[in-house]
């Protein structure tokens, strides 16, 4: 199974539509949680951090469920604009053997239509 | 403030062949990582330098693939020789610690004849 798992997509939604995202995660020592929104050929940006009692930035909202291993993104009233991959990124510390862990998923893909 | 730098944004060349690319992290931030990112697929960390020390290179074939951040400012990341199946963009990211927010360079994209 992979450490970070989410949905592919294509996602295709019309314009002002609601739209969610899961991404699950295996190992439950995992720590940190971050969206990076990535366009087409171009580098991923930071979106979001994802912190325990849940988070919310305009129109995006960022929760983490420890019990179930997962995070979400949920974006409200979405643009054109927001078009674009949404990759989940899990953190975690390694106690042993050095170095620390930061995985990304396979990213979803949102197309937002007229 | 200028952003991750790297170079050459494209680079073909033919198998067995080296290649290197370079990248300037952004100003003052001690990590720097670079990632592989295939299509269709998220990045993949290939290493990650606190300053100038590897201190996760777990993901870095090292048969035919190295990395070297002197001084621990600018990094380069070299394949030799070069395969096919490493086509694909490389990315080099810099942060001020590891949970930071990291930036992104553009990349350079590798395509192996």
């Known amino acids: 199974r992979k450490e970070v798992e989410q949905d592919p997509g294509p996602f295709n939604v019309p314009e002002g539509a609601t739209v969610a995202f899961n991404c699950t995660y295996s190992n439950s020592a995992s720590q940190s949680f971050f969206w990076y929104r990535q366009d087409c050929r171009k580098e991923p940006k930071l979106l979001m951090s994802v912190y325990s009692s849940g988070n919310e930035d305009g129109r995006f909202t960022a929760q983490l469920n420890r019990a179930s291993q997962y995070i979400s993104l949920l974006i409200r009233d979405s643009k054109l604009s927001d078009s674009a991959t949404y990759l989940c990124?899990?953190?975690?510390?390694?106690?042993?053997?050095?170095?620390?862990?930061?995985?990304f998923g396979t990213g979803t893909q949102l197309k937002v239509e007229l | 403030e200028a952003g991750v730098v790297q170079s050459p944004r494209y680079k073909i060349i033919e198998k067995k062949q080296p290649v290197a690319f370079w990248c300037n992290p952004i100003s003052g931030h001690n990590t720097l990582y670079w990632y592989l990112q295939n299509l269709g697929q998220g990045p993949e960390l290939l290493i990650r330098y606190e300053n100038e020390e590897a201190v996760d290179d777990s993901q870095l074939p090292k048969d035919r693939f190295s990395a070297e951040r002197l001084k621990g400012v600018d990094s380069t990341l070299k394949i030799q020789p070069a395969e096919l199946g490493d086509s694909a963009v490389y990315l080099c990211a810099s942060s001020s610690g590891v949970l930071e927010t990291q930036y992104f360079g553009p990349g350079t994209r590798l395509l192996v004849l």
């Open positions: 990124v899990v953190f975690r510390f390694i106690l042993t053997g050095g170095g620390n862990k930061l995985t």
